[in-house]
């Protein structure tokens, strides 16, 4: 079974500072991880995906992420926080080998103070 | 434009009766989802079908009725629409055993039953 946890239901940093989101994972097969962002009444659009190439993986918007087996996490960061990021970011891990469908957190509201 | 495309964006309705969302992708995916949102943002998969097969069907109540007349679209109709179904629905398409091939999502329905 795969299923993933979100730290943090709201974050909140100030304009220019670091984002952190945390996600640790759970999973019985070789995981694949993904991120994605969700802004106000939109559907969710891919940040950036891992799937067993580097470990650290660079996604669209100056965000990445690095996949740590040894600490079954996928954390996003991004150095310095626009205030364009504020959105709902979902971590997710995929179902069975092939079969693509999509375990989500429970999502992280990113607030950016200016 | 390439997309996935559900319609209708909202859907306000009363108790006790039936309606269809329609989604339609034109990414030549072979596989095509029904993801619930709730109202604290939960996404959780309802079904999916993979060439017009069905591959995942979770525990919904089975007045929820997937139609899949080709693999571009994938209907959803709802019978004896009750409260608890207000949420948001988004349809997702993918290509099945490609991981490089992530979900890619509609923009929603928000479904408000009164």
């Known amino acids: 079974a795969q299923s993933v946890t979100q730290l943090g239901s709201h974050v909140s940093v100030s304009e220019g500072a670091l984002v952190l989101l945390r996600c640790n994972y759970s999973?019985?097969?070789?995981?694949?991880l993904f991120w994605y962002v969700q802004y106000p009444n939109q559907g969710l659009q891919l940040l950036l995906k891992?799937?067993?190439?580097?470990?650290l993986v660079k996604g669209i918007n100056g965000f990445e992420a690095e996949f740590k087996k040894s600490e079954t996490s996928f954390h996003l960061t991004k150095p310095s926080a626009h205030m364009s990021d504020a959105a709902e970011y979902f971590c997710?891990?995929?179902?069975?080998?092939?079969?693509?469908?999509?375990?989500f957190g429970t999502g992280t509201r990113l607030t950016v103070i200016p | 434009d390439t997309a996935v495309s559900q319609t209708p964006k909202y859907l306000v309705t009363q108790m006790g009766n039936d309606k269809s969302i329609k989604c339609e992708q034109n990414l030549g995916h072979d596989t095509m989802y029904w993801y619930k949102q709730d109202s604290k943002k939960f996404l959780k998969i309802m079904f999916s079908y993979n060439n017009k097969e069905l591959i995942i069907n979770e525990t919904v109540p089975n007045r929820f009725s997937p139609k899949s007349p080709d693999k571009a679209h994938l209907n959803l109709h709802i019978n004896s629409l009750e409260l608890g179904d207000s949420a948001v629905y988004f349809c997702?398409?993918?290509?099945?055993?490609?991981?490089?091939?992530?979900?890619?999502f509609g923009n929603g329905t928000r479904l408000t039953v009164t």
């Open positions: 891992y799937t067993s190439a580097a470990t």
């Open positions: 997710a891990v995929s179902g069975q080998t092939g079969a693509n469908n999509l375990f």
């Open positions: 997702a398409s993918s290509q099945r055993g490609n991981h490089n091939s992530p979900l890619h």
């Open positions: 999973s019985s097969v070789p995981p694949y």
